[in-house]
């Protein structure tokens, strides 16, 4: 029995690791696809980013012989997720292009609101009153943390809510995927990835400039790095207790609005609510080994 419980715990908390690893490598995307965004289209971005880590990886699993990664057990909730995918990465580079990239991180974060409703009544997980008040006080330190200052983009907005609920979807749709190989998961996003802004690009094209070659190589592989520890993540873990770390990213993004983007951030206003935002997954931890050691 104790054997038993040590694996639970150990899968949880690779799966939390997972998650906060994916989340940072995301914020490294978000920053290259914003600066991108000043000079090439959104779908332009999108299509470059898959495209770039698509070839080495097929180049990979063809000549390992690992041709079993193309089987799908769920086709259609893998088609789901990938379809879903490839339109949100072009609305999240959408809506980073018309925003301060910690605002709308702070607007993508809602996704961690819908993702425990959805999952509740979707994946029928228990998400207990103490998980919910720690994802609560996380959003409450989000909404704290994050108040960059420049034009206020309705548009921007809607893109970035947009964004969200695809993003709380996709979640969703990994967690249903525990069973599916990650490696599969994140091959066939990424070649949804780079088909559906591909089907833009004789309208879009625009040739990078030498000075931007690495930008566009960085958001590859981050981006694609990032999408294979997200379904790993999803499948050690619940989507509720993996979820709310996505907030460690938001520290990254509120130093990137400083240094490259010049916003003139409250200091106090990003020490109190990194304060919530720790705290609340610290507690959320704390919640997950009492939970393990009853069980």
């Known amino acids: 029995m104790m054997m038993d419980i040590t694996e639970q715990k150990d899968r949880v908390f ?41 070839v080495p990886l097929f180049l ?8 079993h990664i193309f089987k799908v057990k769920h086709k259609k909730l893998v088609a789901t997720r990938a379809i879903i995918g490839g339109f949100s990465l072009m609305v999240t580079y959408g809506a980073l292009s ?53 034009d206020f983009n309705t548009f921007g907005l809607m893109l970035a809510l947009l964004a969200a609920f695809m993003h709380a979807s996709m979640f969703i749709v ?53 999408q294979f520890c997200l379904a790993n993540a999803y499948k050690y873990a619940p989507a509720s207790v993996v979820t ?7 520290l990254w993004t509120i130093l990137a609005d400083i240094f490259i983007w010049q916003y003139d951030l409250d200091f106090a206003s990003i020490f109190w609510g990194a304060g919530l ?5 610290l507690y959320i931890i704390f919640r997950e080994y009492k939970n393990q050691k009853k069980a």
């Open 98 to 150: 018309y925003l301060p990239i910690s605002y709308a991180s702070v607007i993508f974060f809602t996704s961690t609101i819908l993702t425990p409703i959805f999952s509740h009544f979707l994946l029928k997980e228990h998400i207990g009153i103490h998980r919910w008040g720690a994802v609560i006080i996380g959003m409450v330190g989000v909404y704290i943390i994050s108040r960059p200052s420049g």
């Open 60 to 67: 990979f699993i063809i000549l390992r012989g690992k041709t």
């Open 14 to 54: 690779v799966g939390i690791g997972l998650g906060i690893c994916a989340h940072t490598l995301f914020c490294v995307m978000s920053i290259c696809a914003k600066i991108l965004s000043e000079t090439h289209h959104v779908a332009e971005i999108a299509f470059y980013r898959n495209a770039i880590i698509f």
């Open 277 to 281: 935002i720790i705290i609340a997954q």
């Open 174 to 226: 990994l967690r249903k995927l525990k069973t599916e190989s990650s490696v599969t998961v994140t091959f066939y996003f990424i070649l949804a990835g780079a088909i559906i802004p591909g089907l833009a690009m004789p309208w879009v094209a625009n040739l990078p400039a030498p000075d931007e070659i690495g930008l566009f190589l960085l958001i590859a592989a981050s981006g694609g790095i990032a």
């Open 244 to 250: 709310p770390f996505s907030y460690s990213a938001l």
